[in-house]
């Protein structure tokens, strides 16, 4: 079965700053996708990148990036130019490439915004 | 098509009672997920649905929880007499068939149970 850790429960970053966040994974997939997903006190969940694993380009969304490492199945997101608005629990999550798709979530990582 | 949408968004029980939740995906979406999220953890999958067929259910859906999505549209889910474990959020999410496309999560329902 596959399982997704995330072993920071907690994170805090100076507005402005880079924060890293880190994810690992285990499969015995050779193709699937990996997510960032980010869920603000409003509660619903959002995107916040993809990553397919045939893909050996790390995936970027404008601030956010991420740090693809298959064989050592790491998936890092990195937040550049911190802001108030990215306060919000953040879940690794996987999926196999076919079938149902179904999500497989990290325990999330919260992190915190210092003005 | 506003997103996918939960109701009601708290649910408050007496332990043993019966409670139903609903589900709008987006119009065009076949594919149809419910996830429960307990305090402090992720979301777990519950179980999924292609157009009106449930294809799959996970072991976390005891007897006690039934799901339908009767002609492919809304969907129910409807735990019967309900413990004070079942307390949790409980996700929707919807999503068009094909892997290029990303899942649309409702705001959920918190069930409390007391």
């Known amino acids: 079965a596959q399982t997704v850790t995330q072993s920071q429960p907690e994170m805090s970053v100076q507005e402005a700053e880079t924060v890293t966040l880190s994810c690992t994974y285990d499969?015995?997939?050779?193709?699937?996708?990996l997510f960032w997903y980010k869920q603000p006190p409003s509660r619903q969940m959002i995107l916040v990148i993809r990553q397919e694993a045939y893909k050996q380009q790390n995936a970027t969304e404008n601030r956010f990036s991420v740090n693809f490492q298959k064989a050592a199945k790491s998936f890092s997101l990195k937040i550049s130019d911190s802001q108030l608005g990215d306060a919000a629990m953040y879940f690794c999550a996987y999926s196999k490439n076919f079938g149902n798709e179904k999500l497989t979530f990290g325990t999330g990582t919260r992190l915190t915004i210092i003005p | 098509d506003t997103g996918v949408s939960q109701n009601p968004r708290h649910k408050i029980t007496k332990r043993g009672q019966n409670v139903t939740f609903r589900c709008d995906p987006i119009s065009e979406h076949n594919r149809l997920y419910w996830y429960r999220q307990t305090l402090g953890q992720g979301p777990e999958f519950l179980t999924y649905?292609?157009?009106?067929?449930?294809?799959?259910k996970s072991r976390l859906l005891s007897d006690r929880f039934s799901a339908e999505r009767p002609k492919g549209s809304f969907s129910t889910l409807e735990i019967q007499r309900t413990e004070q474990g079942d307390s949790a959020m409980y996700l929707c999410?919807?999503?068009?068939?094909?892997?290029?496309?990303?899942?649309?999560f409702g705001s959920g329902t918190r069930l409390t149970v007391v």
């Open positions: 649905f292609q157009n009106e067929a449930q294809l799959e």
């Open positions: 499969t015995s997939e050779s193709d699937y996708y």
């Open positions: 999410a919807s999503r068009p068939q094909g892997a290029d496309y990303g899942y649309t």
